[in-house]
T-cell receptor
Framework: DAMVIQNPRYQVTQFGKPVTLSCSQT?????MYWYQQKSSQAPKLLFH???????NEADTPDNFQSRRPNTSFCFLDIRSPGLGDAAMYLC???????????FGPGTRLTVT | AQSVTQLGSHVSVSEGALVLLRCNYS??????LFWYVQYPNQGLQLLLK??????LVKGINGFEAEFKKSETSFHLTKPSAHMSDAAEYFC???????????FGTGTRLTVIP
């Protein structure tokens, strides 16, 4: 089945220690998104790629970076995680335009 | 600018009762509207979508929603709640030419046995 895969599902990192979350897709969608979701809140868009074109949300901290080496893969790098970065991180994909997004199962990040 | 407002952050219904989750949208152009469901520690799953075709949209798990332009609403309903419907529900909006979804704040549905 075509899907969005996120690894790992659970990640524990130390305060200030860089961490990378990964996302892959078999849907061949050209748009990929990263969201941050904190408890009992809506997902908050961090950035998205339209093909290789990177689009950063204005309020996304510089601490968050992303890479998309090819159509299938996208990475979220948190350079120096703080306690406030503990959250669920969701990857999603879509076709270009006003179409639905397909979400992965998420990575729950804990910062100790 | 686009946005959605979900009235009621928490809704409780008895098993077998009608489920009604409210969503009102704001959009200067014809909207595309979506309902997603999220179970604990999982991603969002698409329940249904409105893309300017039929105003009554049927989705998975027995859910449906009706687009009412005059009321700027897209409420989600299910005739008979099941215990497995307990989850968080998000309404979202986008428009032609956009790639982003704008989410509501979510409604947590509790089903009482």
């Amino acid at each position: 089945d075509a899907m969005v895969i996120q690894n790992p599902r659970y990640q524990v990192t130390q305060f200030g220690k860089p961490v990378t979350l990964s996302c892959s897709q078999t849907l061949n969608h050209n748009v990929m998104y990263w969201y941050q979701q904190k408890s009992s809140q809506a997902p908050k868009l961090l950035f998205h790629y339209y093909d290789k074109d990177f689009n950063n949300e204005a309020d996304t901290p510089d601490n968050f970076q992303s890479r998309r080496p090819n159509t299938s893969f996208c990475f979220l790098d948190i350079r120096s995680p703080g306690l406030g970065d503990a959250a669920m991180y969701l990857c999603a994909t879509s076709r270009t335009g006003p179409y639905e997004q397909y979400f992965g199962p998420g990575t729950r990040l804990t910062v100790t | 600018a686009q946005s959605v407002t979900q009235l009621g952050s928490h809704v409780s219904v008895s098993e077998g009762a009608l489920v009604l989750l409210r969503c009102n949208y704001s959009s200067s152009v014809p909207p595309y509207l979506f309902w997603y469901v999220q179970y604990p520690n999982q991603g969002l799953q698409l329940l249904l979508k409105y893309t300017s075709a039929a105003t009554l949209v049927k989705g998975i798990n027995g859910f449906e929603a009706e687009f009412k332009k005059s009321e700027t609403s897209f409420h989600l309903t299910k005739p008979s709640a099941h215990m497995s419907d307990a989850a968080e529900y998000f309404c979202a909006v986008t428009q032609t030419g956009a790639n982003n979804l704008f989410f509501g704040t979510g409604t947590r549905l509790t089903v009482i046995p």
